[in-house]
């Protein structure tokens, strides 16, 4: 079973710039969560969804959106990048949204100059 | 400010010895899992508590939850080189998979 997959592994932007992330969960899982994990802060919740609807948000600018299809892949997207964007991004994919298990990607590492 | 403290941050210890990592909260999870993480890797799930006082083991390594659910610990005995990782805490409080992340204990054992 292959488990879960983020495109790409690593990402240079420049401030300013857009980007989009993606994210293909285990199969048979719903749930997509996403999450940023840098040196200064940890790993902080960005948002959640689920069957293509956004269920949890956490506490990040609008600048980082996301979107999930029906397929159940997800991608996230971050505006104007700055500096302090660079991270490593993490999606979790889970067969619900009720205590199943998170199962991580390998990130996707960004870098913004 | 980290709604979960995990402690030490840092740990560096020889092959064979015992070590504890604590996290700690003034919230009530519904659930705490421990992830171990390796460099260019996501973290891996290791165990999950969701009972007051549950106390889980897994080979070498020993997971309780506090009794009012606001804390737990990780006891690993005669540690081994493998062990070397992040060890992350992080607990649930409603459904959804919005985990609230300790800052991490990084370990590292020595041959």
């Known amino acids: 079973k292959a488990g879960v997959t983020q495109t790409p592994r690593y990402l240079i932007k420049t401030r300013g710039q857009q980007v989009t992330l993606s994210c293909s969960p285990i199969?048979?899982?719903?749930?997509v969560s996403w999450y940023q994990q840098t040196p200064g802060q940890g790993l902080q919740f960005l948002f959640e969804?689920?069957?293509?609807?956004?269920?949890n948000k956490g506490n990040f600018p609008g600048r980082f959106s996301g979107r999930q299809f029906s397929n159940s892949r997800s991608e996230m997207n971050v505006s104007t990048l700055e500096l302090g964007d660079s991270a490593l991004y993490l999606c979790?994919?889970?067969?619900?949204?009720?205590?199943?298990?998170?199962?991580f990607g390998n990130g996707t590492r960004l870098t913004v100059t | 400010t980290q709604l979960l403290e995990q402690s030490p941050q840092f740990l560096s210890i020889q092959e064979g010895e015992n070590l504890t990592v604590y996290c700690n909260s003034s919230?009530?999870?519904?659930?705490l899992q421990w992830y171990r993480q390796e460099p260019g890797e996501g973290p891996v799930l290791l165990v999950t508590?969701?009972?007051?006082?549950e106390v889980k083991k897994l080979k070498r390594l020993t997971f309780q939850f506090g009794d009012a659910r606001k804390d737990s610990s990780l006891h690993i005995t005669a540690a081994q080189p493998g062990d070397t990782g992040l060890y992350l805490c992080?607990?649930?409080?409603?459904?959804?998979?919005?985990?609230?992340f300790g800052g991490g204990t990084r370990l590292m054992v020595k041959p």
């Open positions: 508590v969701v009972t007051g006082g």
């Open positions: 979790a994919s889970s067969r619900d949204s009720d205590n199943s298990p998170l199962h």
């Open positions: 969804y689920f069957s293509e609807t956004q269920r």
């Open positions: 199969s048979g899982h719903r749930s």
């Open positions: 919230s009530v999870f519904s659930s």
């Open positions: 992080a607990g649930e409080k409603n459904a959804g998979n919005m985990l609230t």
